[in-house]
Nanobody, 125 residues
Framework: QVQLVESGGGSVQSGGSLRLSCSVS????????MAWFRQAPGKEREAVAV???????TYADSVKGRFSIFRDNVKNTLYLQMNDLKSEDTATYYC???????????????????WGQGTQVTVSS
């Protein structure tokens, strides 16, 4: 059983930065794929960034060049550094993890069985 706890959300003005954290407990060493998703009111949950066990990354087109996903294995923590935030980045951000995700499916939320409770990010223009 894996537990994920997000933190670091908040309110920021457009152009600002935030760093989200996702603390992993339970069996962190067996996690192969970790990701950040977000969901805005009235919209479907969408993938933001994925970090594979080989440290390869995948980003949604909307955040490329602005967001960075990385992991600290000593602290068992996943991060999402968000720079140049825009009002359209406003959403609840969720950390997700799983032991195996099929290639080509890593951007699909239903591929992940472990989720955090979410942290709110609000960007004002």
């Amino acid at each position: 059983q894996v537990q994920l706890v997000e933190s670091g959300g908040g309110s920021v003005q457009s152009g600002g930065s935030l760093r989200l954290s996702c603390s992993v407990s339970g069996s962190p060493g067996s996690i192969f794929v970790m990701a950040w998703f977000r969901q805005a009111p009235g919209k479907e949950r969408e993938a933001v960034a994925v970090l594979d066990k080989d440290y390869s990354t995948t980003y949604a087109d909307s955040v490329k060049g602005r967001f960075s996903i990385f992991r600290d294995n000593v602290k068992n923590t996943l991060y999402l550094q968000m720079n140049d935030l825009k009002s359209e980045d406003t959403a609840t951000y969720y950390c997700a993890a799983d032991f195996m995700v099929q290639p080509g499916r890593k951007l699909f939320s239903n591929e992940y069985n472990n989720w955090g409770q979410g942290t709110q990010v609000t960007v004002s223009s």
